[in-house]
DNA sequence: AAAATAACGTTTCTTTTGAAACGATATGCT
DNA sequence: AGCATATCGTTTCAAAAGAAACGTTATTTT
């Protein structure tokens, strides 16, 4: 704890940190869409995204989906649990594999993914059009390389 | 509620879906950033934000921060009292209008945050050093364009 | 000036979250 | 085979978060 005050204080502009303006971007933008989520169809962030997920791979278990979102289990129990209730998603456990949990869409879950998909697609579209299409490119070239970066650091 | 099934039913994918990727990578940033200062400092996000902005505005009240922090006046609150207690900040009525407290850091608050600041921006740094200069500077500029849009959409 | 309304920040109450404990199944070791 | 260890998903328990009610002070209306 060194208190030698020679060196001048950094400077800091939360404005310019970057963990922090993404992190409130995000969040502004997560809040918007789950309140579409919520009131057009009763779900949850967590439950959209698993319902999301089993729209475009099919079938997973419970611990795949906790790698592909970054949920904990229990957060993706709860949601599981309570899509199973609607009638969403069906589970089935896995042969080879008494453990696990096979998840998939029902019909219902595809209906009402077949009407979700084109709001949030078109929500999204309209907070995009404030870039061109180039922009909109970097912007994602961008974000998998913090990505990849994240992941250096992480593992270091 | 129209189910007229003529139009092929749309694509998403999450990896490609903006609100989802940027929701993912803030965050894992924030908790790795997170943990840091819990580790070092003990402080949780939401009192690190209000000390931030406390070093870089030196004076505000609870409701100001809601604002630029997007917090709940009731996190603040608790955040903004924890802080009290460690004296890491003070609060004092203000003149003009008996109801609101003029937040500034202490002695105490300004010495942490010349140890917090530079760990912080070093791990920007570190995080960063994927991206050149140009590239960098694009970020923050599709961000603030996202931002603004963002405020559109929601006035609107 | 009095009464009604609104704003600031705290507290209470309810819901949501994450960590750890758990039952059940699988795997690895001796 | 038998025992230890690890993994899957659920549940329990404790901490964190948000919504609404509150006390207090300002502002607006009449």
């Not at 089935?92 to 998909?117: N, P």
Request: aromatic share 6%; proline share 4%.
């Amino acid at each position: 704890m060194s208190h030698a005050p020679s060196s001048p204080p950094p400077e800091l502009q939360l404005e310019q940190f970057l963990p922090y303006r993404l992190a409130h971007l995000a969040e502004r933008i997560s809040q918007s869409l789950a309140q579409i989520y919520a009131r057009e169809f009763e779900l949850s962030i967590a439950e959209w995204r698993i319902l999301a997920w089993l729209h475009q791979r099919s079938s997973l278990t419970a611990s795949q989906i906790c790698e592909l979102t970054d949920m904990d289990k229990a957060r993706v129990s709860r949601a599981v649990k309570s899509l199973g209730e609607r009638e969403l998603l069906a589970r089935q456990r896995t042969h080879r594999d008494q453990r696990s949990m096979r998840l998939s869409l029902t019909e219902a879950g595809q209906a009402l993914m077949a009407e979700a998909i084109p709001l949030a697609l078109a929500w999204e579209g309209e907070l995009v059009d404030a870039l061109s299409g180039a922009e909109y490119r970097d912007l994602f070239r961008l974000l998998n390389k913090l990505d990849a970066r994240l992941d250096q650091l992480v593992e270091a």
